[in-house]
């Protein structure tokens, strides 16, 4: 069941660091090394030009049989008919949008503190994305939180925790070794000259640790 997705190596899109033609190469390099979920974050286009895009990014998931994950926007989500959709804690509440994309699509919640992770655990979030965990260039509202609290989080909720923000080839298998079911990256994937050896190489983290 696509609930039950594969979460290790979530790839987010970043629409400031390169143009869309660059980024959907470099996305398709990194799904064929191992990318097992993407989500699409497109914070500068216009909701026509993110139409666009992530129906391009619909069919090349499609290719590689990886979900598509919308962030923010449910409108576009809704639209494309993605898998579902990424919310922060300023979006559209959980339960809205549960209401209105049904049971059967993902919803993954932002979260930051512990109350954050139980309320979308008990609102019916399918996963977190739990962070920073480190300093990150590509969110510059993103508050990195302690080691503490993330492993707080992870002792008050049983839904799937992916760690989110400043984590690179050289630090993943900090993240690793806390037994998340995943972590989302940028640049260390979409910044590498080689984003398919990058993905193979974050993948295998995951194995051998």
Do not use: W
């Not at 660059?22 to 996305?27: E, F, H, I, S, V």
């Not at 037994?179 to 995951?206: R, Y």
């Amino acid at each position: 069941m696509l609930k039950t997705m594969d979460k290790t190596i979530y790839l987010v899109t970043d629409d400031a660091q390169m143009d869309f033609d660059t980024l959907y190469k470099k996305t398709e390099l990194a799904l064929q090394g191992g990318v097992t979920l993407l989500q699409l974050r497109e914070k500068k286009s216009s909701s026509r030009t993110f139409y666009q895009h992530a129906l391009k990014m619909k069919d090349l998931c499609k290719k590689y049989d990886v979900p598509l994950i919308i962030n923010d926007r449910l409108d576009i989500a809704q639209a494309i008919d993605a898998d579902g959709v990424h919310l922060g804690q300023s979006d559209l509440p959980l339960t809205i949008a549960r209401t209105i994309l049904g049971p059967e699509k993902i919803i993954g919640i932002s979260a930051r503190t512990i109350e954050d992770a139980i309320l979308a655990e008990n609102n019916g979030a399918d996963y977190l994305g739990v962070g920073a965990v480190f300093p990150t260039s590509t969110k510059n509202d993103a508050t990195v939180i302690s080691e503490k609290v993330f492993h707080d989080i992870q002792a008050n909720v049983s839904i799937p925790i992916v760690a989110i923000g400043g984590i690179t080839l050289d630090n993943a298998s900090t993240i690793i070794r806390r037994k998340v079911n995943g972590i989302a990256v940028v640049s260390a994937i979409l910044g590498q000259e080689d984003p398919k050896k990058a993905a193979t190489h974050l993948k295998t983290l995951f194995i051998t640790m």
